[in-house]
T-cell receptor, first 114, second 115 residues
Framework: GAVVSQHPSWVICKSGTSVKIECRSL??????MFWYRQFPKQSLMLMAT?????????EQGVEKDKFLINHASLTLSTLTVTSAHPEDSSFYIC??????????FGPGTRLTVT | KQEVTQIPAALSVPEGENLVLNCSFT??????LQWFRQDPGKGLTSLLL?????REQTSGRLNASLDKSSGRSTLYIAASQPGDSATYLC??????????????FGAGTQVVVTP
């Protein structure tokens, strides 16, 4: 149990376009999901906290207009990178919280912006 | 502000040796501490979770200790195998209600076990 999926696992897009990444909790309902980004050889940095049915809370320094988060249901949260630029290239990982408050992580999405 | 540090940043050992990975944190007001494994280009796999009231947790060849008062945790991996090669991350979760649910990660220790 407690499986979290992400789609796509890898995406390449051109500079200026938008990309949507999905995070799903497959076998449990998640009232809260977290979005992280990870640069090569670095650790995970929390970007935002996503609560079902409400606006996401962004960490300091994260542009909310650039990284749009929608948590429309208890099993799905989406991250849309708008007007992507090469510096947005990174590894994006989501996690979902079950009732025990333990976070379960997705497999990640590799974004490359050319 | 909580800071999590992992030493060493990288470690290479021959197969069969025991691994000792260290994690330190500056604020002892934690709810729990978790150790993860990350393979290249992959997500995180949870290895062990230690509640703040616990001193250690064990799973197979893995043992993690927690000394909350001194702000330290150690992950021991016995009889290392090449399949243990990965990056190991520790993360702390603050107590309620501060930063509810948010994990603060260390930078990780990259481990290579040579055959």
């Amino acid at each position: 149990g407690a499986v979290v999926s992400q789609h796509p696992s890898w995406v390449i897009c051109k500079s200026g376009t938008s990309v949507k990444i999905e995070c799903r909790s497959l076998d449990f309902q998640a009232t809260t999901m977290f979005w992280y980004r990870q640069f090569p050889k670095q650790s995970l940095m929390l970007m935002a906290t996503s609560n079902e049915g409400s606006k996401a809370t962004y960490e300091q320094g994260v542009e909310k207009d650039k990284f749009l988060i929608n948590h429309a249901s208890l099993t799905l949260s989406t991250l849309t990178v708008t007007s992507a630029h090469p510096e947005d290239s990174s590894f994006y990982i989501c996690s979902a919280v079950m009732y025990s408050y333990e976070q379960y992580f997705g497999p990640g999405t590799r974004l490359t912006v050319t | 502000k909580q800071e999590v540090t992992q030493i060493p940043a990288a470690l290479s050992v021959p197969e069969g040796e025991n691994l000792v990975l260290n994690c330190s944190f500056t604020d002892s007001a934690i709810y729990n501490l978790q150790w993860f494994r990350q393979d290249p280009g992959k997500g995180l796999t949870s290895l062990l979770l230690i509640q703040s009231s616990q001193r250690e947790q064990t799973s197979g060849r893995l043992n993690a200790s927690l000394d909350k008062s001194s702000g330290r945790s150690t992950l021991y991996i016995a009889a290392s195998q090449p399949g243990d090669s990965a990056t190991y991350l520790c993360a702390v979760r603050p107590v309620w209600p501060d930063s509810w649910g948010k994990l603060q990660f260390g930078a990780g220790t990259q481990v290579v076990v040579t055959p």
